[in-house]
Each structure stands twice: as structure tokens, then as C-alpha cells.
């Protein structure tokens, strides 16, 4: 096979550059040489003689003759890259120009673009923020979380257990693997006072050692020590963002003291803002000193891993490290370690994986409705380039002047997307929900403009070879001799092609949002077990009040509850241990009558809730068999919890383990943090499954209802009231005026509810919109398609008007060539929809991901919009003036 002749002239070219610049240096240092010995001669000296001095004098012949070609190499490549510069500026004005007279199709295809990359660039910020780079620590690659997970029982994976104490310091004296630890407690809220109202807050508590594992100073004071905490750690620091807020960045807050719960602390400095350890935990607003030595105290732990450590060998090592101050011998370990990458701990990952596929799938919509949009200003532009080409141009030229164009186009394109991407990334941190309060750290970032850089670079450069090779597939001669530009057959199915592409594009998201927005759907008509209309809950702290004795609080409690059950629209007033919207979890070993007992190492996370007689009235929960708690000899009297002989239990779990009725059998649970043996419960009620954390959470899991006793644990009053929150005013004066000074407004449990789904609810809006934008540039895509082929057969298009054609068939034969490509596209959409929906499979809420009729919908969304599309230039067909059209050629 032969060199083609293009690639043959191309290294001839070099080969004869460089043998003229050979042959330059050589008769250059031959003239010299020759002038010199007739010099030399002329005073007298033989020829040879002269020839042997003139080369003496001249010195090393091959060092002064690669001395000269450097100079002219050096001369040549100034010259080229002057000329160059010169061209491409020259190129650069004339697209500049060129553009500007086309405005409509500059401002469609910028904005085309724009809208592509924005998109990219407002989700690849949050991707970057939150899973490429989600710490700002040092050396973040190597920061881990590190929890335990029990390994027998069933612990669910999305609660993994803190380490306590004890263990922590024997994997920091004893671990090669991990080079540093850093400790953290379980963020909790509570009320804080500084003047006036109490504000809720969240607190967190920390190692001294945070900061320097963290690589931040305070922004004003200093940071805790171990004197702090040899001293009772009674100091706090503020969270920049809290310090701003609510104290106006006072710097003489340093020294002021601010009570927590019942406790009071001192203000020793201000936390920089967004340094939390978790990124997809509660915003921060307060931070307390952590001991390590509190054998009482559990902790979630981050750590950096030495280098070239995996995570599976630092797993292996800290379960040893376990184990051997643990004294297990046996190899089996009630506790495993958990070690977790920052970015697995995101909470949304799987809906960000979701959403970047969305845009990228955006983004190749946009790309292929440029090439389109350059395929049709090629074919309007043949004959200007064969111009060009008959007066000299080269294929070279003519291709810089393309990339010139398509260059200015792609960084235009992207400058207005990276700004519509801010515009987006706002938009969606302002309208996210609260759930994720770790979005609100997303911003545009070095990786995010690069990337948006390189995509107008790459898009530049694919888009201008496009408008280069399509120019090239014309004869000069043709384009110089036809009166005006003919799309022709190769161009016609080129751009067909794009159109069939944006549309099975569009199909993918439309198909994705309609399944998502049929989720949203049907969470909300979900059946909850109970009624959250017109239901409220007044979250007591007593220690925050300082009533801490339990007859101080059962008076207080008695006092109130009749009282608010007098109060206008109050129909129901009931106290448990926790409200809806909250998991009472228990952990100890479920153990059931009749059936084997589990290993002695099994754990076992049960939902007990502790409710007085009125709390299945007033949740509105219907009992399937059985009744309501009898023996109340047990409330009020102190007893521990769970030494009640009653429990109810909700039905899914009733039919796990007995075929019959439930009534009458036994069960306990020994907790694992007493030898005290536990009393066997008797099941008096089932009751009917109840989603008290959102329609998403699993009905099947055990949930246990006991008596409620006393009120030394925390305590939640209900409160059914039909006009709203605010009816419930005098509610919250009464419980003041009864002590409970402290106390947030009722918190709406339909509200509560509400934002259990609002994760998929924003991301079936953002897929929404993003579907949205697809679906507009597909039918820009076909429109041009159809208002072209419209231009091209407007002389055919009126000898048929003039022959008699009826307008009917004329609309119809331009409507059918729209639709068939629409249909095309849109069913190849359909076959990529079916395995691309398994991003979602998860997701999805009352429905399969081949759900049929959101398949349908979304086929019939796309085939409409592809016919409205087909309007305006069906319209244009018609209006054709016979005669006009036969003059147009």
C-alpha cells in the first residue's frame, strides 16, 4: 500500500526545506572561502596556497556550517511563526465579522452551547465538590471515615456504629497503618442562649487535635487543649457562618459565655466556616472539646492512611488491633470495621452519578445541534469557499479560517455557559432541600472551569475538521457553477442522523423524568399507617430548663396535658418518646419465644417507642387485633424501661414470625450494655405498619410499642389540631408558662413528611429541567432540518402548487419526513431508555423502571413536540407563491 500524496508532499516539503537551507550554507561558506583565496592570490600567493590559508583562516568548516544552519533554522521559524500570527489574526477579524453578520445563527448556536455546557458545569461542581474533592484537608486522598458495624444481627448498613473509647485508643497506640486519627461526636442539637429566644443549634464535638489535622487556624482566638478538658472542657468555639450571622462578627465575643442545655461555656474562638468532618452532615454551629479517656463516650473517627496503605489492609489491621484488646481469641468478632471513602459517604451520590449522566446526555445534544447547525451554514457556504479556493487558497488556509470560526463559537459558547452554570449552581443550592445541607458547599472550582475549557477546545476543534471535510466533499467546479447550494444526499442523511440522535437523546430523559416524576407521585399518595394532617409535636428539654428531678416533670406533665387537650381545635394530646420523623432505635439481641435464641454476639437494632394510651388514637393508627395497654401499674412508678410486661407490635413484624395471631406470644431483649436478665414482654395489640420516617423507609423492620413509664428519657407531645401551627400559639405560652422556658414552636409532622421525599422530589425537578432542555434542542435540531428541506424544495414544492397539488398532501409530505425521523429517534430512545433506567432502578417508588406508561408518556412527549416543530415550515410550504418559486433559480 502506497503513501498517500498529500502525506508524500508534506515530507517533501520538509526534505526540500531543509536541502535549501544546506545548499544556502554551502554556497554561502563556498563564496566566502573563493573571495577570500582571490584576495589571498592577489598578494602573491600560489592558488593552492591561498585555498589552504582562506580555509585556515576560516576555521572549522562543519562547526561554522552548523553554526549557519542553526541561524537559519532560528530566521525560518521566526519568519513562519510571524506569518501565522499574522494569518490567524486575520483570520480572527474576518470570523469575527463573518459572525457578526449572522447574527440569528451565532446567538442560536452560542446559545445552544451555552445552554449544553452550563448545565455540565452547575452538576460537575457539585460532583467535584462533593466526590472528587470532598475534604479540604491535607493529603485528602488519604482521609477515610472509620466506623464499626456489628457482624451478626441485622444492623442496617446506613447506621454504622461509633467506636467507643477504649478502642479508639488502642487502634491510635497501636495502628502502623493509619498515621493519625481524628475523633468526632455525634452531632447532636440542642438550644443555645446568648440573649433573648433560644436558638436551636447543632453541636459537635471534636480532638483537640482538629485543626492541625484538618490544616485550618481559627479565624479569631484559639483552639482547645488538653488543659480544656482536664478542666471539664466547659469552653466552646463558634462555626464562622454562626458567628456572622448571628452575632455580626463580633470579635469580643472571645471570653462571653453561652449556655447549652443547662450548662454554660466560654467562647474561646471562631471555627472557619465549612470545615465540617462530614460532608454530608448537619451544617455546624458549634464545636466542644472531646476526651478520648471517657470510656462513656462513643465517637465516629476520621483517619489518614499512611502512604500506599488500601483500605482493605487498614480494615484488617484495626479488626486485630480489636481483637487483641478485646481478649477474642476465637476469630469471632461481635464488631467488624468499617472503613469509608469521603465521597461514599455523600448521601445523594447515586442521584449525582444520575444527574451528571443527565447533563452529559444534555451536552451531547447541544454538541450534535451544532454540527447540525454547521452542516447547514457549510452548505449554504460552498460556493464563498470555492471562491476562495479557485483564487489560491490552500485546504490549510481554509481549515484555519473554519477553526477560527468554530473557535470563537465553542469559547463564546462556554464563557456564557460557565456563567449560566453559576446562575445554576445558585439556583440549586438556594432551592435545595434541607436534607442536604452539604450542597450548600458546592461552588465553581479550578477542576470545573478547566474542564469547561477544554470541552470549548475540543468542541472548537471537532467542530471546525466538521466544517473543513464537509467543504471538502464539494467540487469547486459544481459549487462555482450552481446557481444556489443543494443539501445533496450524503449532507441530507448526515444531518437526518444528528436529528434521529438528539431525539433518541431526549427520549433517555424523558423517559428517566417521567419515571421520577411518577415516583414523586406516588410517595405522596403513599399510605403512612397513620394520619400527618393537622398533627404537631412539641419537642420538650427538660434538662434544658433545669427541671431535672422526675416529679418535678410528671408535675409539670400533668399540668399541661389537660390543660392543652382544652385548648380551641385540639383534638387529640398524646406523649411518646419520639415523634414521626425520628428512629427510637434500641440495640440489644431480639429474642422470640418458640424460636432458636440468636448467637450471644448477635446485635439486633429495634424501634421501641415509648407512648401513653392516647398515642394510637391520636396518630389516627388502627389496631388489627388485640387492644390498647392494661397494665398501667408500671407509669409513673420509675420503673427502667422495658421492664413493662406489654408491647405492641406492628404487623409486618407480626407476620414474620407466627402464622396465626400474634396475641398472647413473648418476646424480649437483653441489652447488651447489662448483665441484668431482661423480662419477657407479651404482645397485647398488633398494630398496622406505620412509615413514621417517610414512604421510603422499610415497613417490614420491627417496630415495638411499650407503656409509656416516666419522663426520664426525652419526650415529645402530639398534638392534633385542625387550624394549623398557628392555633397551637397558646400551646407553646402554656408549656412556658409551666417552666419549659426553652421551647421551639410545634414542628407540622405533615411538613415533616414532606421533606422525607424532597431528596427525590429535587432531583425529579433537575431532571426535569434538564429533559426540558433536551427536548427544546431536538426540536430546534429537526425545525432547521424541516425549514431547510423546505428552502431546497421551494421550486418543486411550487411547480406542484401551479400543477394543482392540493395543500393537504403538500403539508402531509413535509410533516411525514419530520415524524419519520422523530419516530426513528424516539424509538431508539426507547431501547436505550430500557437499560439506561437501571441508573434509577433504585429510586423508583410504586413502579418497575420499564414502567409502560411512563415509556408511552414519554414517547408521546417527544412525537408531539416533533410535530409542533414541523408546523412553522409546513406553514412556509404552503404560503409558496407558484411563480415566485419557479423565478427562485
Given at each position: 500500500?502506497g503513501?498517500?500524496p498529500?502525506?508524500?508532499?508534506?515530507?517533501?516539503?520538509?526534505?526540500r526545506?531543509r536541502?535549501?537551507?544546506?545548499?544556502?550554507?554551502d554556497d554561502?561558506?563556498?563564496?566566502?572561502?573563493?573571495?577570500?583565496?582571490?584576495q589571498?592570490?592577489?598578494?602573491?600567493r600560489t592558488?593552492?596556497?591561498a585555498?589552504?590559508?582562506?580555509?585556515?583562516?576560516?576555521?572549522?568548516?562543519?562547526?561554522?556550517?552548523?553554526r549557519?544552519?542553526?541561524?537559519?533554522?532560528?530566521?525560518?521559524?521566526?519568519?513562519?511563526?510571524?506569518?501565522?500570527?499574522?494569518?490567524?489574526?486575520?483570520?480572527?477579524?474576518?470570523?469575527?465579522?463573518?459572525?457578526?453578520?449572522?447574527?440569528?445563527?451565532?446567538?442560536v448556536?452560542?446559545?445552544?452551547?451555552?445552554?449544553?455546557?452550563?448545565?455540565?458545569?452547575?452538576?460537575?461542581?457539585v460532583?467535584?465538590?462533593?466526590l472528587?474533592?470532598p475534604?479540604?484537608?491535607?493529603?485528602?486522598?488519604?482521609?477515610?471515615?472509620?466506623?464499626r458495624?456489628?457482624?451478626?444481627?441485622?444492623?442496617?448498613a446506613a447506621?454504622?456504629l461509633?467506636?467507643?473509647a477504649?478502642?479508639?485508643?488502642?487502634?491510635?497506640?497501636?495502628?502502623?497503618?493509619?498515621?493519625?486519627?481524628?475523633?468526632?461526636?455525634?452531632?447532636?442539637?440542642?438550644?443555645?442562649?446568648?440573649?433573648?429566644?433560644?436558638l436551636?443549634?447543632?453541636?459537635?464535638?471534636?480532638f483537640?487535635?482538629?485543626?492541625?489535622?484538618t490544616?485550618?487556624?481559627?479565624?479569631?482566638?484559639r483552639?482547645?487543649t488538653?488543659?480544656?478538658?482536664?478542666?471539664?472542657?466547659?469552653?466552646?468555639?463558634?462555626d464562622?457562618?454562626f458567628?456572622?450571622?448571628?452575632?455580626?462578627g463580633?470579635?469580643?465575643?472571645?471570653?462571653?459565655?453561652l449556655t447549652?442545655?443547662?450548662?454554660?461555656?466560654?467562647?474561646?474562638?471562631?471555627?472557619?466556616?465549612?470545615?465540617?468532618?462530614r460532608?454530608?452532615?448537619?451544617?455546624?454551629q458549634?464545636?466542644?472539646?472531646?476526651d478520648?479517656?471517657?470510656d462513656?463516650?462513643?465517637?465516629?473517627?476520621?483517619?489518614r492512611?499512611?502512604?500506599g496503605?488500601?483500605?482493605?489492609?487498614?480494615?484488617?489491621?484495626?479488626?486485630?488491633?480489636?481483637?487483641?484488646?478485646?481478649?477474642?481469641t476465637?476469630?469471632?468478632?461481635?464488631?467488624?470495621?468499617?472503613?469509608?471513602a469521603?465521597?461514599?459517604?455523600?448521601?445523594?451520590?447515586?442521584?449525582?452519578?444520575?444527574?451528571?449522566a443527565?447533563?452529559?446526555?444534555?451536552?451531547l445534544?447541544?454538541?450534535?445541534?451544532?454540527?447540525?447547525?454547521l452542516?447547514?451554514?457549510?452548505?449554504?457556504?460552498?460556493?464563498?469557499?470555492?471562491?476562495?479556493?479557485?483564487?489560491g487558497?490552500g485546504?490549510?488556509?481554509?481549515?484555519?479560517?473554519l477553526?477560527?470560526?468554530?473557535?470563537l463559537?465553542?469559547?463564546a459558547?462556554?464563557a456564557?455557559?460557565?456563567?449560566l452554570?453559576w446562575?445554576?449552581l445558585?439556583?440549586?443550592?438556594?432551592?435545595?432541600?434541607?436534607s442536604?445541607?452539604s450542597?450548600?458547599?458546592?461552588?465553581?472550582?479550578?477542576?470545573?472551569?478547566?474542564?469547561?475549557?477544554?470541552?470549548?477546545?475540543?468542541?472548537?476543534?471537532?467542530f471546525g475538521?466538521?466544517?473543513?471535510?464537509?467543504?471538502?466533499?464539494?467540487?469547486?467546479?459544481?459549487?462555482?457553477?450552481?446557481?444556489?447550494?443543494?443539501?445533496?444526499?450524503?449532507?441530507?442523511?448526515a444531518?437526518?442522523?444528528?436529528?434521529?440522535?438528539?431525539?433518541?437523546?431526549?427520549?433517555?430523559l424523558?423517559?428517566?423524568?417521567?419515571?421520577?416524576?411518577?415516583?414523586?407521585?406516588?410517595?405522596?399518595?403513599?399510605?403512612?399507617?397513620f394520619?400527618?394532617?393537622?398533627l404537631?409535636?412539641?419537642?420538650?428539654?427538660?434538662?434544658?430548663n433545669?427541671?431535672?428531678?422526675?416529679?418535678?416533670?410528671?408535675a409539670?406533665m400533668?399540668?399541661a396535658?389537660?390543660?392543652?387537650?382544652a385548648?380551641?381545635?385540639?383534638?387529640?394530646v398524646?406523649?411518646?418518646?419520639?415523634?414521626?420523623?425520628?428512629?427510637?432505635?434500641s440495640?440489644?439481641?431480639?429474642?422470640?419465644?418458640?424460636?432458636p435464641?440468636?448467637?450471644?454476639?448477635?446485635?439486633?437494632?429495634?424501634?421501641?417507642?415509648s407512648?401513653?394510651?392516647?398515642?394510637?388514637?391520636?396518630?389516627r393508627?388502627?389496631?388489627?387485633?388485640?387492644?390498647?395497654?392494661?397494665?398501667?401499674s408500671?407509669?409513673?412508678?420509675?420503673?427502667?424501661?422495658?421492664?413493662?410486661r406489654?408491647?405492641?407490635v406492628?404487623?409486618?413484624?407480626a407476620?414474620?414470625h407466627?402464622?396465626?395471631?400474634a396475641?398472647?406470644?413473648?418476646?424480649?431483649?437483653?441489652?447488651?450494655?447489662?448483665?441484668?436478665p431482661?423480662?419477657w414482654?407479651?404482645?397485647?395489640?398488633?398494630?398496622?405498619?406505620?412509615?413514621?420516617?417517610?414512604?421510603?423507609?422499610?415497613?417490614?423492620?420491627?417496630?415495638?410499642?411499650?407503656?409509656?413509664?416516666?419522663?426520664?428519657?426525652?419526650?415529645?407531645?402530639?398534638?392534633?389540631?385542625?387550624g394549623?401551627?398557628?392555633?397551637?400559639?397558646?400551646?407553646?405560652?402554656?408549656?412556658k408558662?409551666?417552666?419549659?422556658h426553652?421551647?421551639?414552636?410545634?414542628?407540622?409532622?405533615g411538613?415533616?413528611?414532606?421533606?422525607?421525599?424532597?431528596?427525590?422530589?429535587?432531583?425529579?425537578?433537575?431532571l426535569g429541567?434538564f429533559?426540558?432542555f433536551?427536548l427544546?434542542?431536538?426540536?430546534?435540531?429537526l425545525?432547521?432540518?424541516?425549514?431547510?428541506?423546505?428552502?431546497?424544495?421551494?421550486r418543486?414544492i411550487?411547480?406542484?402548487?401551479?400543477?394543482?397539488?392540493?395543500?393537504?398532501?403538500?403539508?402531509?409530505?413535509?410533516i411525514?419526513?419530520g415524524?419519520?425521523?422523530?419516530?426513528?429517534?424516539?424509538?431508539?430512545?426507547?431501547?436505550?431508555?430500557?437499560?439506561?433506567?437501571?441508573?434509577?432502578?433504585?429510586?423508583?417508588?410504586?413502579?418497575?423502571?420499564?414502567?409502560?406508561?411512563?415509556?408511552?408518556?414519554g414517547?408521546?412527549?417527544?412525537?408531539?413536540?416533533?410535530?409542533?416543530?414541523?408546523?412553522?415550515?409546513?406553514r412556509?410550504?404552503?404560503?409558496v407563491?407558484?411563480?415566485?418559486?419557479?423565478?427562485?433559480?
Amino acid at each position: 500500500m502506497g503513501i498517500r500524496p498529500g502525506i508524500r508532499r508534506a515530507f517533501q516539503l520538509v526534505l526540500r526545506r531543509r536541502d535549501r537551507w544546506e545548499q544556502d550554507v554551502d554556497d554561502e561558506i563556498r563564496l566566502h572561502l573563493m573571495l577570500r583565496a582571490e584576495q589571498l592570490v592577489a598578494e602573491g600567493r600560489t592558488a593552492d596556497d591561498a585555498v589552504r590559508e582562506a580555509k585556515e583562516r576560516f576555521g572549522p568548516l562543519d562547526e561554522s556550517r552548523a553554526r549557519l544552519l542553526q541561524a537559519a533554522r532560528h530566521r525560518e521559524a521566526h519568519m513562519q511563526r510571524t506569518e501565522y500570527f499574522a494569518d490567524l489574526k486575520q483570520d480572527l477579524a474576518f470570523a469575527i465579522r463573518t459572525l457578526g453578520r449572522q447574527k440569528a445563527w451565532t446567538a442560536v448556536t452560542i446559545l445552544t452551547l451555552a445552554l449544553g455546557i452550563g448545565a455540565t458545569t452547575a452538576v460537575f461542581s457539585v460532583v467535584s465538590n462533593l466526590l472528587l474533592h470532598p475534604l479540604p484537608f491535607p493529603s485528602a486522598d488519604r482521609v477515610v471515615y472509620i466506623t464499626r458495624e456489628p457482624k451478626l444481627g441485622n444492623a442496617p448498613a446506613a447506621l454504622p456504629l461509633p467506636a467507643d473509647a477504649m478502642t479508639v485508643r488502642a487502634w491510635m497506640k497501636a495502628s502502623h497503618t493509619v498515621e493519625a486519627f481524628e475523633g468526632t461526636y455525634v452531632t447532636w442539637p440542642g438550644l443555645a442562649m446568648t440573649s433573648g429566644e433560644p436558638l436551636q443549634v447543632n453541636v459537635q464535638a471534636v480532638f483537640p487535635t482538629f485543626m492541625t489535622f484538618t490544616g485550618v487556624r481559627p479565624v479569631i482566638g484559639r483552639m482547645f487543649t488538653q488543659n480544656d478538658i482536664d478542666d471539664g472542657g466547659r469552653v466552646v468555639l463558634l462555626d464562622e457562618s454562626f458567628w456572622r450571622a448571628r452575632l455580626a462578627g463580633d470579635r469580643a465575643v472571645l471570653g462571653r459565655r453561652l449556655t447549652i442545655g443547662d450548662s454554660s461555656y466560654t467562647v474561646i474562638g471562631v471555627m472557619p466556616a465549612q470545615v465540617g468532618a462530614r460532608p454530608s452532615g448537619n451544617n455546624i454551629q458549634l464545636y466542644k472539646p472531646l476526651d478520648v479517656r471517657d470510656d462513656g463516650q462513643a465517637m465516629e473517627l476520621m483517619g489518614r492512611l499512611r502512604k500506599g496503605v488500601t483500605i482493605a489492609a487498614a480494615r484488617a489491621e484495626l479488626d486485630s488491633i480489636f481483637a487483641r484488646s478485646e481478649g477474642i481469641t476465637d476469630g469471632v468478632l461481635p464488631f467488624t470495621t468499617r472503613i469509608t471513602a469521603p465521597s461514599d459517604a455523600v448521601a445523594f451520590k447515586d442521584s449525582l452519578v444520575l444527574l451528571f449522566a443527565a447533563v452529559a446526555l444534555v451536552l451531547l445534544v447541544a454538541c450534535a445541534n451544532v454540527a447540525h447547525l454547521l452542516l447547514a451554514r457549510g452548505t449554504v457556504r460552498r460556493r464563498e469557499l470555492a471562491i476562495r479556493a479557485a483564487l489560491g487558497a490552500g485546504r490549510g488556509r481554509i481549515l484555519r479560517l473554519l477553526l477560527a470560526e468554530s473557535l470563537l463559537l465553542a469559547l463564546a459558547g462556554t464563557a456564557f455557559g460557565v456563567l449560566l452554570g453559576w446562575a445554576g449552581l445558585r439556583t440549586m443550592v438556594g432551592v435545595r432541600p434541607q436534607s442536604l445541607d452539604s450542597l450548600a458547599t458546592a461552588h465553581l472550582d479550578t477542576t470545573t472551569v478547566f474542564g469547561a475549557i477544554a470541552v470549548a477546545l475540543a468542541s472548537g476543534l471537532i467542530f471546525g475538521v466538521i466544517g473543513a471535510l464537509h467543504s471538502r466533499r464539494a467540487s469547486t467546479h459544481d459549487a462555482l457553477k450552481a446557481g444556489s447550494p443543494s443539501i445533496g444526499r450524503r449532507n441530507e442523511r448526515a444531518r437526518g442522523l444528528l436529528v434521529v440522535s438528539e431525539m433518541a437523546l431526549s427520549a433517555v430523559l424523558l423517559v428517566g423524568a417521567t419515571l421520577l416524576i411518577r415516583t414523586v407521585i406516588n410517595l405522596q399518595r403513599a399510605d403512612l399507617g397513620f394520619d400527618a394532617h393537622g398533627l404537631y409535636a412539641f419537642h420538650l428539654d427538660f434538662r434544658g430548663n433545669q427541671i431535672r428531678d422526675e416529679p418535678s416533670r410528671a408535675a409539670v406533665m400533668t399540668l399541661a396535658l389537660p390543660r392543652l387537650r382544652a385548648l380551641s381545635g385540639v383534638s387529640d394530646v398524646s406523649v411518646a418518646r419520639a415523634a414521626p420523623g425520628f428512629r427510637p432505635l434500641s440495640i440489644g439481641r431480639l429474642e422470640i419465644e418458640g424460636e432458636p435464641m440468636p448467637p450471644a454476639d448477635a446485635t439486633s437494632w429495634i424501634e421501641i417507642n415509648s407512648v401513653d394510651r392516647a398515642y394510637l388514637s391520636t396518630m389516627r393508627m388502627k389496631l388489627r387485633e388485640g387492644a390498647g395497654f392494661v397494665d398501667t401499674s408500671a407509669i409513673g412508678s420509675g420503673t427502667p424501661l422495658m421492664t413493662s410486661r406489654e408491647v405492641i407490635v406492628n404487623a409486618s413484624f407480626a407476620r414474620k414470625h407466627w402464622q396465626g395471631s400474634a396475641l398472647g406470644h413473648r418476646i424480649r431483649m437483653p441489652r447488651r450494655s447489662t448483665d441484668a436478665p431482661a423480662p419477657w414482654m407479651t404482645i397485647v395489640g398488633v398494630v398496622n405498619d406505620a412509615q413514621t420516617t417517610g414512604p421510603m423507609t422499610e415497613m417490614t423492620s420491627p417496630m415495638l410499642y411499650v407503656p409509656r413509664h416516666d419522663y426520664s428519657a426525652a419526650a415529645v407531645i402530639l398534638v392534633r389540631a385542625s387550624g394549623g401551627a398557628t392555633s397551637l400559639a397558646a400551646g407553646t405560652a402554656l408549656l412556658k408558662e409551666l417552666g419549659l422556658h426553652r421551647i421551639e414552636p410545634p414542628e407540622s409532622i405533615g411538613d415533616t413528611m414532606a421533606r422525607s421525599i424532597a431528596l427525590p422530589r429535587f432531583v425529579m425537578a433537575l431532571l426535569g429541567v434538564f429533559s426540558g432542555f433536551a427536548l427544546i434542542l431536538a426540536a430546534i435540531g429537526l425545525y432547521g432540518v424541516m425549514a431547510y428541506s423546505v428552502a431546497e424544495r421551494t421550486r418543486e414544492i411550487g411547480i406542484r402548487v401551479a400543477l394543482g397539488a392540493p395543500g393537504a398532501r403538500i403539508a402531509q409530505n413535509v410533516i411525514a419526513s419530520g415524524a419519520l425521523l422523530a419516530a426513528l429517534g424516539a424509538m431508539l430512545g426507547m431501547v436505550a431508555a430500557a437499560w439506561g433506567t437501571r441508573l434509577i432502578e433504585s429510586q423508583l417508588f410504586g413502579l418497575t423502571r420499564l414502567d409502560p406508561q411512563s415509556f408511552v408518556t414519554g414517547f408521546a412527549v417527544l412525537f408531539g413536540v416533533a410535530l409542533i416543530a414541523c408546523i412553522v415550515p409546513t406553514r412556509r410550504a404552503l404560503a409558496v407563491d407558484p411563480m415566485t418559486a419557479i423565478r427562485a433559480e
